[in-house]
């Protein structure tokens, strides 16, 4: 048996601490279909909606997604090998949308031409150039103009950025990001710090190499676990046993973090990461959230009892806890740990790294092989 | 007795407690965030219907998934039909290639002794909502 534990570890802390600035991260990678681009849509409406992103830039969030959505959809290599990549990310107000998918080199010159324009050109001309385009219709054999990423520019008060990773003589990743501004065009200063695209380029080869494919990193509550369940049962849709068993402790685990993570300031979630990554045949589902100090010890010993049970143990703890009704509360039934344990049938991983004297930082790592 | 009807919804079952109807059911999907809370007014249905329970009364449970927190509420449900002092027969269903669902049922049979029917129904592929038979 391989043990890549201190591996994992890292992983789950190098991640949130990427994302510690974002109020919100939510990253798909894998095979997009209709049904994921509108399940993904819909968890960004909710999040938008739960801190009460004012209806203007939703609008243009919205548009700025569906144009990108789109862009991977119909350029995404369906052998499955290269994966398609969406992010969005919010932080200060300012909303990051950024996707990665598949171009034959032999495009890279035109596209790379068109973006360069559409780049040089302030926004009125930007608009008369998106007419021109779509009078001559240069329809491309995939059926786009380009029209979607003058629409994107239009939209995002041109603050896009690009890059091309060759991947071998035929292919390479395309990388598009684009930033939309809570700020009025007129007050606007040209910030270009704002659309950088390094640190996303860098992220994406992390995500490749560790085989990540789904990081929802934010305010934790039931309407985006819903929404996150939705993605994953769709994702994962034919895959029968595997599918129930990664759907079970998705629901156990973020209901762990709905349930006994710390609240944000504001109250409307818990902030936390969750992210499922594979490895080899095994998926291995990911949970961080803030915890108390004072609650450290007790879910140690909770997790290290779980730990310490064969299966037989396992299944009569199962028994003895839920036909103890001294634990049957709002937030406790007392089963969630030993579902976790008996579902994935691996021992469940864990961290506390400290964050001050009230709290620290507490990952949870399950296996299903 | 007034009948108690709860439409599911994304995570919420559907429940239809109504005494004039041969079954009570509990159906669907179960995951809410406070199943203590959820399934409150079905306890205090319960509790009126037991003053005067029929002769048999038959509970269907056609749950495509429960969480770990509605599991202790579905344990305290089949307690309290086993308080009844009545006839009473539990019809567990389980979609065909449910081995979990199924063991639940087995589960709860053996935990509480009440009759159980056990019921396995077609799979619902979800990826196209066509219903596969053998």
Redesign the interface.
């Known amino acids: 048996m391989f043990n890549n534990k201190a591996n994992e570890k890292a992983l789950a802390l190098e991640l949130y601490d990427s994302f510690k600035d974002a109020d919100l991260s939510y990253i798909y990678h894998g095979q997009f279909s209709q049904t994921i681009t509108d399940l993904i849509i819909m968890l960004a409406e909710t999040s938008m909606d739960r801190i009460g992103e004012s209806a203007k830039i939703k609008k243009r969030v919205f548009s700025i997604m569906v144009e990108s959505l789109q862009n991977i959809t119909r350029h995404q290599d369906n052998t499955g090998e290269y994966q398609g990549f969406f992010a969005i990310e919010q932080k200060d107000g300012y909303y990051f949308v950024t996707t990665v998918n598949l171009i034959y080199n032999e495009n890279i010159e035109h596209l790379d031409g068109l973006l360069k324009k559409i780049q040089s050109l302030p926004s009125e001309e930007l608009k008369q150039y998106y007419k021109t385009v779509l009078i001559e219709n240069e329809i491309s054999s995939k059926g786009g103009a380009g029209l979607g990423l003058i629409e994107i520019a239009r939209k995002s008060n041109n603050k896009v950025s690009y890059h091309f990773h060759r991947i071998n003589d035929e292919c390479s990743y395309f990388y598009f990001h684009t930033c939309i501004s809570p700020i009025n065009e007129e007050d606007e200063v040209n910030d270009t710090e704002l659309v950088r695209i390094d640190n996303i380029f860098l992220l994406h080869q992390l995500l490749k190499k560790q085989n990540v494919q789904i990081i929802f990193n934010g305010l934790f509550n039931?309407e985006n676990l819903?929404n996150l369940l939705?993605i994953i049962?769709n994702q994962m849709?034919?895959m029968?046993?595997l599918k129930?068993?990664v759907?079970?402790l998705m629901?156990?685990m973020l209901?762990n973090i709905?349930?006994h993570g710390i609240k944000n300031e504001a109250r409307i979630g818990n902030p936390g990461i969750f992210f499922i990554n594979r490895q080899n045949k095994s998926h291995i589902l990911n949970t961080g959230n803030y915890v108390y100090n004072n609650q450290i010890d007790n879910l140690k010993i909770k997790i290290e009892h779980v730990n310490s049970l064969n299966h037989q143990e396992l299944n009569d703890f199962y028994?003895k806890c839920?036909?103890n009704?001294q634990v049957?509360?709002?937030k406790?039934?007392?089963?969630?740990l030993?579902?976790l344990r008996m579902?994935c049938n691996n021992q469940l991983k864990y961290a506390f790294q400290t964050i001050d004297d009230e709290k620290s930082f507490f990952t949870l790592q399950v296996q299903v092989d | 007795m007034t009948p108690f009807i709860h439409n599911g919804t994304?995570?919420t079952p559907t429940v239809k407690l109504d005494t004039s109807a041969p079954e009570l059911l509990i159906a669907e999907r179960s995951?809410?965030?406070?199943?203590?809370?959820f399934y409150k007014p079905i306890f205090e249905w319960l509790e009126d219907y037991a003053k005067n329970p029929n002769e048999k009364t038959v509970f269907r449970f056609e749950l495509e998934?429960f969480?770990?927190?509605s599991?202790?509420q579905l344990?305290?449900i089949l307690?309290f039909l086993k308080s009844l002092d009545k006839e009473v027969e539990i019809i567990w269903c389980y979609q065909l290639?449910?081995?979990?669902m199924f063991n639940s049922g087995k589960?709860f049979e053996k935990?509480t002794g009440l009759n159980f029917s056990m019921v396995s129904i077609p799979v619902i592929d979800?990826?196209d909502f066509t219903i596969i038979t053998d």
């Open positions: 039931q819903i939705n049962e849709a034919g029968g046993h129930r068993v759907f079970n629901v156990e209901q709905v349930k028994n839920l036909f009704f049957d509360n709002s406790e039934s007392g089963l969630g030993i579902e579902k | 994304e995570d995951l809410p965030e406070d199943a203590h809370e998934y969480n770990t927190s599991a202790k344990s305290k307690l290639d449910d081995i979990d589960r935990l979800d990826d």
